[in-house]
């Protein structure tokens, strides 16, 4: 399937700082919802430059090199690395916990080798999608592969907490508009959760997934394991995008 369009929902249920919950990832980015402290919150849109960097950004080749194509009203854009490199952009914005939040990343082919990935964020308080950024990223040509989602606490210094948060309502479309619902996932989790964590979790909590980990509390399922939910029925309704090719805002 030549996936187009990845859509998802994601409800916080606990989020303590540190704490990033990821939408929509796929084979070239991440898009999500970031606690960055007691006052911070952000949306977070980012895409992986080509060659295989894994530190600093100022060793990619330029034909390796991401690059912006356009950006919303108060989205920052630059790079980052040390993760892999790429180009990064986020909001700033207090998206509330108990919250459904919507997201959707698209993949439009530009050429033989190049793809344009956008973010999309539907506003809770403009109640309207608006673009997070596009980034042309070169080696491609194609479409979104290796859809997954997670949550993560990215700084470590307070796993005592835990963080858990639904995912639910997810669908993809592919190139022709035709929506398929993604109602099956397998549960993974990095070496932290294989080696020295028990309090690790995921599963099906009215009718959507949820990933939870911390806190010390009860409940571990084996990495690997498949969970299934039940279908919601209808897939979204009409996306009404802003063009993620004309930047007003630079």
Known sequence: MKVATFYCEVT???DPPATY???CGWHRGYFGMQVNSPSERRIIFSVWDSGGEGVSRS???DAD???LVAKGEEVV???????????????VFGWKTGQRQKFVVTAQPSDATHTIYSGFYFHPDKQ????????????EGGYMRGLYSFNEDFDGS????????????????????????LTEATFTCDGTGKADRLDRFAGVEGGQFF????????????????????????PPEELDLPSPLSDKSR
């Open 12 to 14: 916080a249920i606990e």
């Open 21 to 23: 919950y990821q939408a």
């Open 59 to 61: 060793r990619v080749a």
């Open 65 to 67: 090199r991401v690059r």
């Open 77 to 91: 854009a630059g790079d980052f690395g040390n993760e892999g490199t790429g180009g990064h952009s986020h909001m």
């Open 128 to 139: 309207k999608w608006v673009l997070i950024s596009s980034w042309s990223a070169p080696k």
């Open 158 to 181: 307070n796993g005592q907490l835990r963080r858990k948060a639904l995912f639910g309502n997810q669908w993809v479309r592919d190139q022709l508009g035709k929506w398929t619902e």
């Open 211 to 234: 990933l939870s980990n911390g806190g010390f509390v009860a409940g571990f399922l084996q990495a690997g394991s498949r969970l299934d939910r039940k279908s919601a029925g209808a």
